[in-house]
C-alpha cells in the first residue's frame, strides 16, 4: 500500500532510490559484523599468546629462583625426584634436633611442611626467636640490632617510671619509655665480665627467676654457668636464717678438678651440723618480686645482678642491666649472655686445674680443712668421753 502511494506520487524513481538504499545499508551491517568477528579472533589469538608468553616467563622465573636457593642452601635439585619423593624430602627436612613444647605445636609443624612439600620445595631455613637462648652469643658476638630485635628496649608506661632509671632512658614513644640499648649493651657485657670472674675462680652463683615462663630460662642458664637456680618462689630467710632452712642439707665436697672427695663430705655432713654456704653472686631477672632475696643479699654483703626495667629502683641491684624484663625474648637473650659467660669462666678454671694451678684463694680453704679436722677430732673425743 505503501510503495502505490510512493509511485502515485514520486514515480518509478522514488522506488528504485528506496531499494538501492536498502541494499546499501544491508552491505555495510554485513561488512562491519565481518570486521568485529575479525578482531575478537585477533584478540584472542594475543590473549593465547600472552598466557603462553606469561606462562614461559613464570618457568623460567621459578627456574632461576630454585637454582639460586640450592645453591645457597646446597638443596637436591627438586626436577629430579618424582612427586612422592619431592614430598618425602620435603617432609623429612625439618630443622634438625628441634624441641616442641606441645602436640599442637608439632601438628602446627607438620602442616606447614606439607604445605611446604606441596609446592614443590622444602622448608630447611625457618626462625626461631629462642635461637639467641639455645646458641647464646657471646660478648664479642653481642650487637645492637640483637638487643633490638629482642625487644630490650621497650620500657613500660611513663605513669610507672623510676625516676632513678633516668640515666638509661632514651626517651619517650606513645607514651612508652625506651631503653638505651647503649646503656643495655655497656651494662650487660659488664655483668658478663662478673660473671665470667666469679665462675671462674670457683665461686657459687644463684640464677633467680620466679615468674611464669621462666623456669626453663633460668635452668638453662644455670647448668651453663655451672651455678644453682630458683624459680618457684624464694623463702624468706634463706640467707639471714639460712641455718635453721639450709643446716640439715648435704653438701658435696670436690677437689679442684670437681671430683668428688666423699671422706670430707662425711665430716661435713656430721650430726652437729655443717655451715650454710652463702652464694657468691645472685642474678635475678624479675628484681620487683623478689625484693626479700635483694634485702637478705643487701644484709649479707652479696652483690647482685638484676635486669631493672623503667619501673625497677636500680640502687637495689649491685650491678644493674637496664632491659626490658616483661619480654620473654628479652630474657632469654640477657640469660644467654650470662650463662656463656659462666660457661667461660668455669672452662678457664678447668683448663688452669689440669696443669695443677687454683684460681681461687687457697688459704681459705686450707684454714676450712683444719676447722674440720678439729671438729673431727671434738666429736670422737666427745665420743669416746661418753662411753
Not at 579472533?41 to 623460567?60: F, G, H, V
Request: charged content about 25%; hydrophobic content about 35%; overall charge positive.
Amino acid at each position: 500500500m505503501a510503495v502505490r502511494q510512493t509511485c502515485a506520487r514520486h514515480g518509478r524513481s522514488a522506488v528504485h532510490a528506496s531499494s538501492k538504499f536498502l541494499s546499501s545499508r544491508q552491505y555495510a551491517t554485513e561488512t562491519s559484523l565481518s570486521e568485529a568477528s575479525k578482531m575478537l579472533a585477533s584478540i584472542e589469538k594475543r590473549t593465547k599468546d600472552l598466557e603462553k608468553n606469561q606462562k614461559d616467563l613464570r618457568t623460567e622465573i621459578f627456574a632461576k629462583i630454585s637454582e639460586r636457593l640450592s645453591t645457597a642452601f646446597d638443596l637436591p635439585d627438586q626436577s629430579t625426584l618424582s612427586p612422592s619423593q619431592s614430598t618425602k624430602k620435603s617432609v623429612a627436612s625439618a630443622p634438625p634436633g628441634e624441641q616442641f613444647t606441645s602436640k599442637r605445636a608439632y601438628d602446627k609443624k607438620q602442616e606447614q611442611l606439607k604445605q611446604v612439600a606441596k609446592m614443590g620445595s622444602s622448608l630447611r631455613v625457618t626462625y626461631d626467636p629462642r635461637l639467641a637462648f639455645k646458641n647464646p652469643p657471646t660478648t664479642s658476638e653481642l650487637t645492637l640490632p640483637m638487643l633490638m630485635a629482642a625487644q630490650t628496649h621497650l620500657g613500660h608506661a611513663t605513669s610507672l617510671w623510676n625516676p632513678r632509671n633516668s640515666s638509661y632512658i632514651f626517651g619517650i614513644r606513645d607514651g612508652i619509655h625506651i631503653i638505651s640499648l647503649d646503656a643495655t649493651y655497656a651494662y650487660l657485657r659488664r655483668a658478663a665480665r662478673v660473671v665470667r670472674e666469679v665462675a671462674r675462680r670457683g665461686g657459687i652463683i644463684l640464677f633467680v627467676g620466679t615468674r611464669d615462663n621462666q623456669e626453663q630460662i633460668v635452668v638453662k642458664a644455670a647448668k651453663m654457668a655451672g651455678g644453682y637456680h630458683i624459680f618457684d618462689r624464694w623463702v624468706p630467710g634463706c640467707l639471714t636464717n639460712g641455718q635453721q632452712i639450709l643446716g640439715n642439707c648435704e653438701l658435696k665436697v670436690v677437689d679442684v678438678q670437681d671430683k668428688e672427695l666423699p671422706d670430707m663430705a662425711i665430716l661435713l655432713n656430721g650430726p652437729s651440723g655443717h655451715p650454710v654456704l652463702k652464694p657468691d653472686l645472685v642474678v635475678c631477672f624479675n628484681p620487683l618480686e623478689n625484693e626479700v632475696c635483694l634485702h637478705e643479699c643487701g644484709l649479707h654483703t652479696v652483690p647482685t645482678v638484676g635486669v631493672i626495667d623503667t619501673d625497677a629502683d636500680a640502687s637495689r641491684v649491685t650491678y644493674p642491666i637496664p632491659a626490658n624484663d616483661d619480654s620473654i625474648r628479652s630474657i632469654m637473650l640477657i640469660a644467654g649472655v650470662l650463662g656463656h659467660a659462666g660457661a667461660e669462666g668455669q672452662q678457664q678454671r678447668m683448663q688452669a686445674a689440669k696443669v695443677g694451678k687454683a684460681t681461687y684463694n687457697m688459704k681459705k680453704v686450707r684454714e676450712m680443712l683444719d676447722s674440720l679436722e678439729d671438729m673431727s677430732n671434738i666429736r670422737v673425743e666427745a665420743r669416746e668421753g661418753g662411753s
